[in-house]
């Protein structure tokens, strides 16, 4: 199973990204997938989640209203579009695959990972 990230960058505050997450090694739409950030010091912490058919979508509270997830199942890939980023979402960013949804969306939780993009929000 591979888990191949992208789109990372440097971006001034209040501009946008939009990380892509290209699957192979398994079967996409039998997965729920996710995006974490990890900021140097800190923990990994959950970003967004999107349901196996991408009808429902998960955010942690400090990213709603500002990103989206999506998903296109023929592409085998997920998507975060980041706008109206802060130096705080400096981080960088995981997407990974889990086969069901969860109540609290913690990192133990997910099967795999990828090897993670960089975000860098300059003020």
């Known amino acids: 199973v591979q888990l191949q990230a992208s789109g990372g960058g440097l971006v001034q505050a209040g501009g946008s990204l939009r990380l892509s997450c290209a699957a192979s090694?398994?079967?996409?739409?039998?997965?729920?997938m996710g995006w974490f950030r990890q900021a140097p010091g800190k923990e990994r912490e959950f970003v967004a989640a999107?349901?196996?058919?991408?009808?429902?979508?998960y955010y942690t509270d400090s990213v709603k209203g500002r990103f989206v997830i999506s998903r296109d199942n023929a592409e085998n890939t997920v998507y975060l579009q980041m706008n109206s980023l802060k130096p705080e979402d400096t981080a960088v960013y995981f997407c990974a695959a889990v086969t069901r949804e969860s109540s609290r969306w913690l990192p133990s939780e997910f099967d795999y990972w990828g090897q993670g993009t960089l975000v860098t929000v300059s003020s």
């Open positions: 090694g398994l079967t996409f739409n039998w997965y729920v």
């Open positions: 999107i349901s196996k058919s991408g009808g429902r979508t």
